[in-house]
């Protein structure tokens, strides 16, 4: 297994080169994004976060002042801005009441770190673990529907797998390396979005070879 989903790797490394994931000024730019990109295409996510700096309130103190509504109508442009906005400010305050620095926070023991995200109401395991990665630079494996698609199609899961069983699959058989687990992840969703769609497009993907 080991030796399959390096072989999905390096061809796709070689196919599409490094991705630069994930985008952001700073960590705590990039786990907002991490919760607004729910349901949502990246550059609909960016003009939002356009509109909190542009309303000088990208940190957690100034976030956490802002009405509700206030902060739902910044997060318009990102779509379901009740919800996220909802979300968000779930996240904030888990982060205000653990010492309010995210990079401090994140740098705790892993295990716990997740477990106490995945218990803020509104957070899944993809936002977390996206959380976790991006901004946290912590090594645990970001799954997503291109993941499931892509590991289904080549026989690696089952149909039915959960996200912890997909996640496990990848820390369970590579190193745990924070680089290689970012890398990784941005080049299954750049499968995903240009080649294993619903309708796959197999006939041009590098890991065409590949399949069963």
């Not at 968000?88 to 995200?117: I, K, P, Q, S």
């Not at 218990?119 to 494996?141: K, M």
């Not at 290689?180 to 890991?207: D, F, M, S, W």
């Amino acid at each position: 297994m080991r030796g399959r989903l390096l072989a999905i790797y390096h061809r796709l490394y070689a196919a599409f080169g490094a991705q630069h994931w994930w985008p952001g000024e700073t960590p705590f730019e990039v786990a907002v994004g991490a919760v607004l990109t729910q349901n949502t295409a990246w550059r609909n996510v960016e003009r939002a976060i356009a509109n909190l700096k542009g309303a000088g309130c990208l940190e957690l103190a100034p976030l956490l002042a802002l009405p509700e509504a206030r902060l739902a109508e910044l997060l318009r442009p990102a779509g379901y801005f009740n919800v996220k906005a909802r979300r968000l400010r779930n996240l904030l305050v888990h982060l205000r009441d653990h010492g309010g620095e995210l990079t401090t926070y994140l740098a705790g023991d892993l295990g716990r770190r997740r477990e106490e995200l995945l218990a803020v109401n509104g957070l899944g395991p993809e936002t977390v673990d996206s959380i976790l990665l991006y901004a946290g630079n912590r090594p645990t494996f970001v799954c997503d529907a291109y993941t499931r698609r892509l590991l289904t199609r080549h026989g690696l899961i089952g149909e039915g797998a959960s996200y912890e069983a997909m996640r496990a699959l990848f820390m369970d058989h590579l190193p745990a390396d924070v680089a290689l687990y970012n890398e990784y992840h941005a080049l299954i969703v750049r499968t995903g979005y240009h080649h294993c769609k619903p309708q796959p497009r197999c006939a041009a993907c590098p890991l065409a070879p590949l399949l069963p």
